[in-house]
């Protein structure tokens, strides 16, 4: 089971990728109540047959890994998402994309702690593939608002293959330095 | 902290650039193949690439490949790495976190040794013939 909402977060972005999709957009905000995450894409979508088996937690497309029967990622988050009255959407349409939207309650007892979210935007940023991602990251608190911007292309452009651990260590840098200004003002409230 | 523009970014990147061009590639053509299938990010995967990252840095191995792919097929000892390198035989740890992506960076990686306590296989045929992506 995933320890923290950005394990979550990994999984979906992770299955948006998967789709074949060549844009998608990630939309993380962060405010006293709740964290709220949307993530679509313009892959290849799902049937309402499909959109109805993706919460049962044996079910795959078989397509991924051969031979391999789970798929656990949509039902671990529906399932964190009931645990703390949170809220789950899911709208796909075959042939044209696929949008996962969730709510935590950050103040509902059982929530799980926000997690490292420098470490998991590199990684989505850096998986495989030759798709386009905007990465939207805001905070918004009584003691003040801030948030950033990510596109992958346009960080690509500029570091190069994210395949080099030198490129990844700077494109670390680059979003500690954007999480940093959001945590100045978690800080300040403290 | 302040945030740090595209600009300052670039520039960072000039500067490691002339930096890489100072120094003899070490590492080059090792590939580190971290699984972040479901099984492995609630085993700490992110936690592990961040390690690895952070190794990485510290002993300036600026050319070595870190990728990421899906479940290996070891979910029982998640998280687990793939390192290719030359001169080794490729070989999948398990049970990996920071300190032993540290040990792999040094001795596998560095001085061509494997950490015993922590092989547990070779890639699955699957993997092999999807490249390992």
């Given at each position: 089971m995933?320890?923290s909402?950005c394990d979550?977060?990994?999984?979906i972005?992770?299955n ?8 998608i ?5 962060e405010?006293?109540?709740s ?7 313009n ?6 047959e499909?959109q109805r ?6 079910y ?5 890994h051969?031979g391999?029967?789970?798929g656990?990622g949509i ?6 998402v ?6 789950f ?18 103040q509902?007892i ?17 998986f ?5 991602m ?8 009584p ?6 911007e ?10 190069g293959?994210?395949?080099?651990g030198?490129?990844?260590?700077m494109?670390r ?5 954007q ?10 409230r403290? | ?5 595209l600009?300052e970014?670039r ?7 002339s ?9 080059k ?14 085993a700490g995967?992110?936690?592990?690439l961040?390690a690895?990252?952070?190794?990485l840095?510290a002993?300036?191995l600026?050319?070595v490949s ?6 290996m ?5 998640e998280?687990?790495?793939?390192v ?6 490729p070989?999948?740890y398990g049970?990996?976190?920071a300190a032993?992506a ?15 306590d922590h092989?547990f ?13």
């Amino acid at each position: 089971m995933h320890a923290s909402l950005c394990d979550f977060l990994s999984d979906i972005v992770q299955n948006a990728i998967e789709s074949g999709a060549s844009l998608i957009t990630v939309d993380m905000r962060e405010d006293e109540r709740s964290i709220a995450c949307t993530v679509t894409d313009n892959g290849k979508g799902m049937s309402d047959e499909v959109q109805r088996k993706v919460t049962d937690p044996f079910y795959t497309d078989g397509i991924k890994h051969k031979g391999r029967t789970v798929g656990l990622g949509i039902p671990f988050l529906i399932q964190a998402v009931d645990a703390v009255d949170g809220e789950f959407t899911l709208k796909s349409q075959e042939g044209k994309g696929t949008t996962v939207a969730y709510r935590f309650p950050l103040q509902h007892i059982d929530c799980p702690p926000l997690g490292n979210v420098v470490s998991t935007l590199v990684s989505m940023l850096a998986f495989p593939g030759t798709y386009d991602m905007v990465v939207t990251r805001s905070l918004e608190l009584p003691a003040g608002c801030d948030g950033y911007e990510l596109e992958r292309q346009v960080l690509i452009e500029l570091l190069g293959d994210f395949a080099l651990g030198g490129t990844l260590n700077m494109l670390r840098t680059y979003v500690q330095s954007q999480e940093a200004a959001l945590d100045e003002i978690r800080n300040r409230r403290t | 902290m302040a945030k740090m523009t595209l600009e300052e970014l670039r520039k960072l990147r000039d500067s490691k650039k002339s930096e890489i061009q100072k120094r003899d590639i070490a590492g080059k053509d090792t590939q580190i193949i971290i699984g972040m299938g479901t099984c492995g990010i609630a085993a700490g995967a992110k936690v592990v690439l961040d390690a690895f990252l952070q190794e990485l840095d510290a002993h300036n191995l600026e050319h070595v490949s870190v990728t990421q792919t899906g479940c290996m097929g070891l979910c029982y000892v998640e998280p687990t790495v793939e390192v290719l390198s030359p001169g080794m035989p490729p070989v999948i740890y398990g049970k990996v976190d920071a300190a032993v992506a540290k040990a792999i960076i040094e001795d596998h990686v560095m001085r061509g040794k494997m950490v015993s306590d922590h092989v547990f296989d070779r890639p699955s045929a699957d993997i092999i013939k999807d490249g390992g992506k």
